[in-house]
T-cell receptor, first 115, second 115 residues
Framework: EPEVTQTPSHQVTQMGQEVILRCVPI?????FYWYRQILGQKVEFLVS????????KSEIFDDQFSVERPDGSNFTLKIRSTKLEDSAMYFC?????????????FGEGSRLTVL | KNQVEQSPQSLIILEGKNCTLQ??????????LRWYKQDTGRGPVSLTI?????NTKSNGRYTATLDADTKQSSLHITASQLSDSASYIC??????????????FGKGTHLIIQP
């Protein structure tokens, strides 16, 4: 069964360093998303991407964050200068249809630990 | 502000027993409601998605019900198995073009199945 894959599964970094999290969405999906989940808290929306551009972003997604689809398969989240509070699980998701009606398929997540 | 409240926060039951998890929401107008299962340290996996016109939907031993008038949903798990131990997250999508940022996530119910 097709699935969303994410790498790395766990990354430890020093505060102020740049981090890139990678995702390969399901191949026929058109909408891509990044969410995060701080330990013990609920899943929070970061950004959605459609037709090679950002379609929505939350207040969390400030200038430190960026997303890119460098080729036909990868979808990346970059954090330019990590802060302690960026420590969280980051989930990539994709869907065939738009988020209001389309079923979202999530990856297994990338755990980011900022020291 | 749209909210999704889930109860109980956590639940422990014996293997083989049934249980019911609750989700109350204030999202209006409402498009659909989704239940996800999230194993510890993994990404959420879709169990059911119900539109406002559906009262019940089953997926194996999982049955979701929806009362759009009272804005309540429940997830019933029959004959629980150890593998059902997970967090169960209720997500509500508004019918207002809010996109991915409009999806409102609950904090989840943490279910533990004991042998």
């Amino acid at each position: 069964e097709p699935e969303v894959t994410q790498t790395p599964s766990h990354q430890v970094t020093q505060m102020g360093q740049e981090v890139i999290l990678r995702c390969v969405p399901i191949s026929n999906h058109l909408y891509f998303y990044w969410y995060r989940q701080i330990l013990g808290q609920k899943v929070e929306f970061l950004v959605s991407f459609y037709n090679n551009e950002i379609s929505e972003k939350s207040e969390i997604f400030d200038d430190q964050f960026s997303v890119e689809r460098p080729d036909g398969s990868n979808f990346t989240l970059k954090i330019r200068s990590t802060k302690l509070e960026d420590s969280a699980m980051y989930f990539c998701a994709s869907s065939v249809h738009g988020p209001e009606s389309g079923e979202l398929f999530f990856g297994e997540g990338s755990r980011l630990t900022v020291l | 502000k749209n909210q999704v409240e889930q109860s109980p926060q956590s639940l422990i039951i014996l293997e083989g027993k049934n249980c019911t998890l609750q989700c109350n929401y204030t999202v209006s107008p409402f498009s659909n409601l989704r239940w996800y299962k999230q194993d510890t340290g993994r990404g959420p996996v879709s169990l059911t998605i119900m539109t406002f016109s559906e009262n019940t939907k089953s997926n194996g031993r999982y049955t979701a019900t929806l009362d759009a008038d009272t804005k309540q949903s429940s997830l019933h798990i029959t004959a629980s198995q150890l593998s059902d131990s997970a967090s169960y997250i209720c997500v509500v999508s508004p019918n207002s073009g809010g996109g991915a940022d409009g999806l409102t996530f609950g904090k989840g119910t943490h279910l533990i199945i004991q042998p």
